[in-house]
């Protein structure tokens, strides 16, 4: 089982961009599909993007779509979320997430970082 750390969140304008990191402990993240997903006050936890153990395929929600890229470096243990074009309902805590399925949903991920709060300025 691995143990994730996100890193990278902050406060930015709208219209800016911003580059989220989780670091996978343990020898077995390249095995793992990987997730982003993100929970905004009063709401529930969302999906943003997922990305095969192997790097090959990538999955966005509709929201972000054209905006984020996911992407890995399994050498580096590391998966990474690139936020351009943000905008001020892409506010939120940010989580990164592993699992052996490949599915978007929240309960198909076992293993969770403690988040990162991203705040888009208007």
Known sequence: QVQLVESGGG???????????????????????????????AKEREFVARILWSGGITVYADSVKGRFTISRDNAKNTVYLQMNSVKPEDTAVYYCAAGTGWSSR????????????VTVSS
């Not at 911003?18 to 793992?32: D, E, K, M, N, Q």
Request: aromatic share 14%; net charge positive; proline share 2%.
């Open 11 to 41: 406060l930015v304008q709208a219209g800016g961009s911003l580059t989220l990191s989780c670091v996978a402990s343990g020898r077995t993240f390249s095995s793992y599909n990987m997730g982003w997903f993100r929970q905004a006050p």
């Open 106 to 117: 929240v309960d198909a991920y076992g293993t969770w970082g403690q988040g990162t709060q």
